[in-house]
């Protein structure tokens, strides 16, 4: 069995591990709780730029002996930053664990921020940002969170804007850095095998000196703005979201928009997918997704489709969201999308990165571990009713926005589309 534990340093920074002896892999993170949602429109993209920039070089490595370092054990160390969380996470061989450490460490407290490093880099993003806007089945995603959030720092892009990253100083980015990359915003989460006393002593060894204080990190509430919001462009095809707010990463209300999120569009089993690609043929991808945050979530849905046909896959897609809202799932439905969220679940905890997540997840969101059986319990007492009252909640159309890109005009999209 896996054995969860939990230690907090002097500093603040939590250590939270699952120790996992059949196992021959240790997946470790480095958590920061600071995204675009703690940024203003001056800092704007800056946490990406610093994820960028912690593998560019510390005081002890250059960026070649830190990439060298990891594929010279046959590992994987990668970053992501999102809107409310960066990650910095190596998987390696379970007799590599003090190297993976040292490294972390490293590159957390000693990365230069060399200005030439800094100067190649804004190309490198800005590059990242062209291949965005050259993807409108991604960008749309952005555009749709500028509008649905309005002025709110959940509306600005993770990656920032070509006009801030080319303005970026040294000293702005160093700043940032120092204001939030501190002990107490700070969660290092372990899964594999490996003896948590032996991570702790490590962990203190190496991450003892980092300031606790976190001088800056305040996040307001959000409002959406419901409404639609349209780019005209020359494209193939019409590229959409739809979208409404949703239950919260703690809201217990979670639970039941996993299951209607997999029924309405979560699955090629779907109902829309299986009414709109499957038996009508006018979109080759439809999907829906749950954008949970702490205070706040929100629930999507995409679509690619002709120009001819956006007025009905618009009304669609509402009719599907009507039929939620006036009508239970039937007993089918719920129990396959019940077996669908346990099963893939179930199916992810047998991965040390996955585990890895999911302990930083649950610290970060509720401060304590949740084992996988809970869960499973909270899904299956989930009921008819449960649905039916949520989406009656969240399918409003005085909260609903609507987002496209394409050969389209607003006049083309009313609201009296989404009022059926």
């Given at each position: 069995m896996p054995l969860y534990r939990k230690t907090i340093l002097d500093n603040g920074i939590r250590i939270v591990s699952e120790e996992i002896d059949h196992v021959r892999s240790i997946s470790i993170g480095i958590w920061v709780m600071c995204g675009s949602r703690h940024e203003d429109r001056q800092t704007n993209g800056m946490a990406h730029f610093i994820e960028h920039m912690l593998f560019k070089g510390t005081r002890n490595r250059t960026a070649f002996d830190i990439a060298s370092a990891i594929d010279s054990v046959g590992g994987v160390m990668n970053a992501f930053t999102g809107k409310e969380l960066t990650s910095f996470y190596i998987k390696i061989p379970d007799y590599h664990l003090a190297m993976a450490i040292d490294l972390l460490s490293d590159i957390f407290k000693n990365s230069l921020f060399d200005p030439e490093e800094i100067n190649k880099e804004k190309s490198v993003v800005l590059q990242e940002i062209n291949m965005l806007d050259d993807s409108p089945d991604d960008?749309?995603?952005?555009?749709?969170?500028?509008?649905?959030?309005?002025?709110?720092?959940?509306?600005?892009?993770?990656?920032?804007?070509?006009?801030?990253?080319?303005?970026?100083?040294?000293?702005?980015?160093?700043?940032?850095?120092?204001?939030?990359?501190?002990?107490?915003?700070?969660?290092?989460?372990?899964?594999?095998?490996?003896?948590?006393?032996?991570?702790?002593?490590?962990?203190?060894?190496?991450?003892?000196?980092?300031?606790?204080?976190?001088?800056?990190?305040?996040?307001?509430?959000?409002?959406?703005?419901?409404?639609?919001?349209?780019?005209?462009?020359?494209?193939?095809?019409?590229?959409?979201?739809?979208?409404?707010?949703?239950?919260?990463?703690?809201?217990?209300?979670r639970y039941p928009s996993f299951l209607l999120n997999a029924v309405l569009g979560g699955s090629m089993s779907s109902r829309l997918f299986q009414e709109i690609r499957e038996k009508r043929g006018l979109a080759y991808a439809i999907h829906s997704y749950l954008s949970p945050y702490k205070d706040v979530g929100m629930l999507g849905?995409?679509?690619?489709?002709?120009?001819?046909?956006?007025?009905?896959?618009?009304?669609?897609?509402?009719?599907?969201?009507?039929?939620?809202?006036?009508?239970?799932?039937?007993?089918?439905?719920?129990?396959?999308?019940?077996?669908?969220?346990?099963?893939?679940?179930?199916?992810?905890?047998?991965?040390?990165?996955?585990?890895?997540?999911?302990?930083?997840?649950?610290?970060?969101?509720?401060?304590?571990?949740?084992?996988?059986?809970?869960?499973?319990?909270?899904?299956?007492?989930?009921?008819?009713?449960?649905?039916?009252?949520?989406?009656?909640?969240?399918?409003?159309?005085?909260?609903?926005?609507?987002?496209?890109?394409?050969p389209i005009a607003e006049k083309d999209l009313t609201l009296d589309i989404l009022r059926g």
């Open positions: 960008y749309i995603h952005d555009f749709f969170d500028e509008k649905f959030w309005k002025d709110h720092p959940l509306g600005y892009p993770v990656l920032g804007t070509k006009t801030l990253v080319e303005g970026y100083s040294r000293d702005g980015i160093v700043g940032f850095f120092n204001d939030r990359y501190r002990g107490e915003n700070v969660v290092l989460t372990a899964a594999g095998n490996f003896k948590h006393d032996v991570l702790v002593e490590l962990v203190n060894g190496a991450f003892g000196s980092v300031d606790r204080k976190v001088r800056q990190n305040g996040i307001s509430n959000p409002e959406v703005s419901a409404g639609i919001a349209v780019i005209d462009k020359e494209l193939e095809q019409v590229h959409l979201v739809m979208g409404c707010p949703a239950p919260s990463s703690i809201s217990p209300q849905i995409y679509v690619g489709t002709s120009k001819d046909s956006v007025r009905d896959v618009v009304g669609l897609i509402f009719d599907e969201l009507l039929r939620m809202t006036n009508h239970s799932l039937t007993k089918l439905e719920l129990q396959s999308a019940k077996e669908l969220i346990k099963g893939n679940f179930l199916l992810s905890m047998e991965s040390t990165d996955n585990r890895m997540t999911r302990l930083a997840r649950n610290e970060i969101t509720f401060k304590e571990h949740i084992p996988a059986e809970a869960v499973v319990r909270e899904i299956d007492a989930v009921t008819h009713e449960d649905i039916r009252t949520l989406a009656a909640e969240m399918f409003n159309p005085d909260t609903i926005g609507l987002a496209a890109i394409g």
